[in-house]
T-cell receptor
């Protein structure tokens, strides 16, 4: 099976712009979670989607949003970018049952805000 | 709520020496425990996990971790490290009955020197 893929891998944006990141989960996985990784704050949970519904959310401002499509692909959007949004954004997918506790991570999208 | 503390931000060690990366957690509910590894410019890979049962868990590449409920610890060990083990290691917890939200420690950078 192909792993979790994320596009683009690298992105440079300017303050005030918005950005959309994409994640394709492992085939058959309906749960997709997003994490932000920064040197200062470490790895922080953003949100989780399952079957097109957000079922868990971390402590991030409303500028961070996401959605999931019927094919389980997910996007996250950050509006009005700030310098502090520069980070590696990781997506992870999980199987529905059996090993539902396991999360398989993609390579990440590195966002730089200038 | 859960929290994870990784007691060492950096651990330098010589090749073929043993190593221990320390992890303590706090939680008011039962949890699953994980160790993830991150190589440069890559996402996270699951190294090993503790769900229940035997408190000693092993990975295929020689790492092991021991769950200690009384000390709320989940330390990672390897009896003999290789240069290729150089990476960042993250300890994480997830509420056993909850959705897919991992709480990560700050990470420990393992540097193996020849």
């Amino acid at each position: 099976k192909a792993g979790v893929t994320q596009t683009p891998r690298y992105l440079i944006k300017t303050r005030g712009q918005q950005v959309t990141l994409s994640c394709s989960p492992i085939s058959g996985h309906r749960s997709v979670s997003w994490y932000q990784q920064t040197p200062g704050q470490g790895l922080q949970f953003l949100f989780e989607y399952f079957s097109e519904t957000q079922r868990n959310k971390g402590n991030f401002p409303g500028r961070f949003s996401g959605r999931q499509f019927s094919n389980s692909r997910s996007e996250m959007n950050v509006s009005t970018l700030e310098l502090g949004d520069s980070a590696l954004y990781l997506c992870a997918s999980s199987p529905d049952s059996g090993r539902a506790y396991e999360q398989y991570f993609g390579p990440g999208t590195r966002l730089t805000v200038t | 709520a859960q929290s994870v503390t990784q007691l060492d931000s950096q651990v330098p060690v010589f090749e073929e020496a043993p190593v221990e990366l320390r992890c303590n957690y706090s939680s008011s509910v039962s949890v699953y425990l994980f160790w993830y590894v991150q190589y440069p410019n890559q996402g996270l890979q699951l190294l090993l996990k503790y769900l229940s049962g035997s408190t000693l868990v092993e990975s295929i590449n020689g790492f092991e971790a021991e769950f200690n409920k009384s000390q709320t610890s989940f330390h990672l060990r390897k009896p003999s490290v290789h240069i290729s083990d150089t990476a960042e290691y993250f300890c994480a917890v997830k509420a056993s009955g909850g959705y897919n939200k991992l709480i990560f420690g700050a990470g420990t950078r393992l540097a193996v020197h020849p």
